[in-house]
């Protein structure tokens, strides 16, 4: 028997195992697209902060909230002290109504908040913009809220610092906990597998004692994993796209949207996922006759 | 061809299966093993295709000593003979015609050979009928048939029968005997064990006596030659 027709017999023979064993094949499926639906998550997830936070950063500002009995003239000293400063590409001076219209634009169902005021209660702002360097406008920050005329500072580097310290936790964590639903995955078909062995004993005996190779022995039963290995991550795959799918179509927040909903996988990472469950099927089916790989058959 | 030095098989606990056996059967001959139950006889056989291995002494078959042999090697070593077990040991899972041409087909036999191979055998065993049938659904004496005709679908040159006839009628069995004695005369070696003492006189040529492991009698059929218990030829 060549290659291709040994293949094409485990394939019949690890088939004929599943249909009769349905029921158990699937418990295994199931477990192993469970273990890649979370990990599958987790990988999204974490692909689309990252990228997410990327996309924020660029956009990140810091915000000098000043008092609003601030000269023009003191205005445009703070102006000129931080286009100084070496990281400092642009400095916006934004004006109460201004800043008005902008919280309008942004949030509409808000908007009628602000009908109560008769004059824009925002204050009079500088929005900085920097360009990464960040040592020397650190440092300037770290002195102005005790500047007069200082009201507040917002640094939007801040909050994008804790996202990342979220972002990168959830990476490790999703490793870890994939590693370990891949192990409990590949060990649920390796369980089946070692029951479809067990059921069949008489025979893979049989089969030993006319002279068949373990080759010809494991083979089916090695598809037998590979099959149910593969069937979840087709599974999981799918469960992951509908997912993505529907959770696009509600309506979500802005930020979840940006962080969770990017983008699907890219194909590459959909046939790793599915190299992914195919490997834990091979180790599964692979692991059960190991141990019975004995002279006597 | 089949050499046995000095064997001893000793099971788990005490449990003397085979006592120091020293044998050597030639290539061609017509083999019957006898003794009561319990004697060691399947034991022998068992012995020969490595399904156990000696608690002492040495195996040599067709100048392999089994002793020495990996167990990767185990399967060819298995492909060289035809085997009939006791216990049939048939695949439960195939159907009569799978069962019996499961070995040509992995060493890869096309089909075209395979299913002349296979219909001349199961006629031979008179077995043209239940060939979509599974082990389960056969009588006793139609398993043996599928199990005798497994075993001689490759046409080996050594045959190992543990008793092939166990489960046939006396008119059933005789014709299996005759099988056996054709594929004998063919150049085949045969070493079957056998409860029956008519059968084995008519169709034997040398039998060996087991009781309680020892081999006590070694005798050329028709005419008795050696009966030293224990002695090996030469
Ligand atoms: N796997 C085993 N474990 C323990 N003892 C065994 C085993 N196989 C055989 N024996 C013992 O070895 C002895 C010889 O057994 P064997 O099967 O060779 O006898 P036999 O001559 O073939 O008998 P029968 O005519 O009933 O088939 C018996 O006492 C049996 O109980
Ligand atoms: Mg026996």
């Avoid at chain 2, 195939?94 to 499961?102: A, G």
Wanted: net charge negative; charged share 20%; proline share 4%.
């Amino acid at each position: 028997m060549n290659v291709f027709q040994a293949l094409g017999y485990f394939a019949s023979e690890a088939i004929g195992n599943l249909v009769r064993g349905w029921r158990i094949s699937a418990l295994a499926v199931a477990t192993t697209a469970l273990s890649l639906f979370i990990g599958g998550v987790l990988l999204l997830a974490g692909n689309n902060m990252a990228r997410a936070i990327e996309s924020w950063r660029s956009d990140a500002q810091i915000v000098v909230y000043l008092d609003n009995d601030l000269t023009d003239d003191e205005i445009a000293i703070l102006t000129e002290e931080l286009l100084e400063l070496p990281g400092v590409d642009r400095v916006i001076q934004i004006g109460p109504d201004q800043a008005r219209e902008r919280f309008r634009e942004r949030f509409p169902e808000l908007g009628e908040i602000l009908l109560e005021f008769e004059r824009s209660p925002f204050p009079i702002s500088l929005e900085i913009e920097a360009n990464g360097d960040r040592g020397a406008i650190d440092e300037w920050l770290a002195g102005v809220s005790d500047r007069p005329g200082v009201s507040a500072v917002d640094d939007d580097a801040e909050w994008l610092e804790s996202l990342d310290a979220v972002a990168s936790a959830a990476s490790a964590v999703g490793l870890l906990v994939g590693g370990i639903l891949m192990g409990a995955a590949a060990i649920s078909i390796a369980s089946v597998v070692r029951l479809s062995t067990f059921v069949y004993r008489k025979e893979i005996a049989a089969m030993r004692l006319i002279g068949a190779t373990e080759f010809f022995v494991r083979g089916p039963f090695v598809v037998e994993g590979l099959v149910q290995g593969l069937a979840g991550s087709c599974l999981a795959l799918g469960a992951l796209w509908l997912a993505f799918w529907g959770l696009g179509r509600l309506d979500v927040p802005w930020f979840v949207r940006d962080a969770l909903l990017g983008s699907f996988m890219t194909p590459r990472q959909a046939l790793a996922l599915l190299a992914l469950g195919g490997t834990a099927g091979l180790v599964g089916g692979l692991i059960p006759l190991r141990e019975r790989s004995g002279v006597f058959g | 061809m089949i050499e046995f030095f000095n064997v001893s098989k000793i099971y788990p606990v005490n449990r003397v299966a085979l006592a120091d056996v020293t044998v050597r059967i030639e290539r061609g001959q017509f083999v019957v093993l006898a003794g009561s139950s319990g004697a060691g006889k399947s034991t022998f056989l068992r012995l020969i295709y490595r399904a156990a291995v000696p608690t002492a002494g040495q195996i040599v078959v067709n100048g392999r000593n089994l002793g020495s042999l990996p167990s990767k090697k185990v399967p060819y070593l298995r492909r060289t003979m035809g085997v009939v077990f006791q216990d049939f040991s048939l695949i439960e899972r195939k159907t009569v015609w799978d069962n019996v041409t499961f070995l040509p087909k992995i060493l890869g036999v096309d089909a075209k050979t395979r299913r002349r191979l296979a219909e001349r055998t199961l006629e031979r065993v008179g077995l043209q009928r239940h060939l979509d049938s599974y082990p389960a659904q056969l009588s006793g004496g139609e398993q043996q048939r599928v199990a005798i005709a497994r075993a001689l679908i490759s046409k080996p040159d050594l045959v190992l029968a543990d008793e092939p006839t166990g489960n046939l009628d006396p008119h059933l069995s005789r014709g299996i005997m005759h099988l056996f004695s054709e594929i004998h005369r063919q150049g085949t070696t045969i070493l079957l064990a056998s409860h029956d003492p008519e059968l084995r006189r008519e169709f034997g040529e040398r039998l060996l006596v087991l009781d309680e492991g020892r081999l006590v009698a070694d005798e050329e059929l028709g005419r008795r030659t050696l009966s030293t218990a224990g002695a090996g030829l030469e």
